[in-house]
């Protein structure tokens, strides 16, 4: 498999304060990878720098083989990494068609593909954002992702929060994709889930990588180190 995704020693401060130091990944075209660490740790710094939405002190971001460290964030996102954010980020005066066709670009991913994955958005396609509950806006938000019809999927704590039934819906539609061969970056902290969807983990520990490897390899002293398991 060739690689899609590089983050290659990066660098991130926040004024004087360092919140990367020396990070490295990789996402192999068709590969889940699990990011993993407890909070605070630097998961959604290291997603913000892959989609060029901070600064970097050091290091480069390689993306479809082109270094892409000093681009911005919308031309990164036109390369085709679609990000699912931390806390949803739904326009809340927007329908949920509008929302989903906002961003969208041609190709797979259409409104009625969306829709199929998701019927309870094609219910509420004349609602406002606003009026979703807590788990629809989490559909939303990766319907809308999906419409830009990325190469790359990045969710950002997907399940966090939700009851289980909605947590359980959202895991069948990423492991769909998953098996559809969409690439994929995930942070999430249901090891019971997790474990058994990625490729290979990476965990972060004050901003620097101290594990990665295949899931099988995270034995029970690594998840109680790292992951307050």
């Not at 490295?24 to 997603?47: P, W, Y």
Request: aromatic fraction near 6%.
């Amino acid at each position: 498999m060739s690689a899609l995704l590089q983050l290659d020693g990066l660098d991130v401060f926040y004024g004087a304060s360092q919140a990367l130091d020396a990070v490295s990944l990789q996402v192999d075209e068709g590969q889940a990878v699990a990011l993993m660490g407890r909070n605070g740790m630097g998961k959604t710094t290291t997603i913000s720098a892959a989609c060029r939405m901070l600064p970097l002190r050091k290091g480069r971001v390689v993306f479809a083989g082109q270094d892409i460290s000093a681009w911005p964030s919308f031309r990164a996102a036109r390369l085709g990494i679609g990000l699912v954010p931390e806390g949803r980020r739904c326009f809340p005066n927007l329908t949920v068609r509008e929302n989903l066709i906002a961003a969208a670009r041609r190709g797979y991913w259409t409104l009625e593909r969306v829709q199929h994955m998701f019927p309870r958005l094609q219910e509420r396609t004349d609602q406002y954002a606003v009026s979703l509950s807590g788990g629809e806006q989490q559909m939303l938000a990766i319907g809308r992702a999906l419409m830009t019809n990325p190469r790359l999927l990045i969710l950002d704590e997907a399940t966090e929060g939700l009851a289980p039934v909605i947590r359980r819906e959202i895991w069948t539609a990423i492991t769909r994709l998953r098996t559809e061969g969409l690439s994929i970056l995930l942070v999430d902290k249901t090891l019971a889930e997790i474990l058994p969807f990625a490729d290979s983990c990476v965990i972060l520990d004050r901003g620097r990588v101290v594990w990665q490897g295949h899931p099988k390899g995270l034995d029970g002293d690594i998840q109680q180190a790292y992951l307050g398991v």
